[in-house]
């Protein structure tokens, strides 16, 4: 899993890296798309697995999520 650094925005690749190195601030994960669980670069518009906008495929979810939700949520309530 790629990390980076919130503040810079620079990637790194290592496991090992936990800090960066211009600024000191702590690596967080790339975001995941959350249609293809592709990792979200933020220099990219567009996520390569799946083409669609990075900030729709970071902000919004798949309709088959919601719809699972919503059983989930029907079942906990115990309708039929
Ligand atoms: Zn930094
Ligand atoms: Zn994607």
């Known amino acids: 899993m790629e990390k980076i650094c919130p503040k810079c ?13 211009e600024c000191g601030s702590e690596l967080v994960p790339l975001p995941h798309c959350n249609w293809c669980k592709n990792e979200i670069s933020p220099h990219v518009k567009y996520c390569d697995g799946c083409g669609r906008e990075r900030a729709e495929v970071i902000n919004t979810f798949p309709p088959l999520n919601i719809f699972q939700k919503i059983i989930s949520y029907i ?6």
């Open 75 to 80: 079942k906990k309530r115990g309708m039929k």
């Open 9 to 21: 925005e620079i990637e790194y690749g290592s496991f090992f890296a936990n800090y960066c190195s």
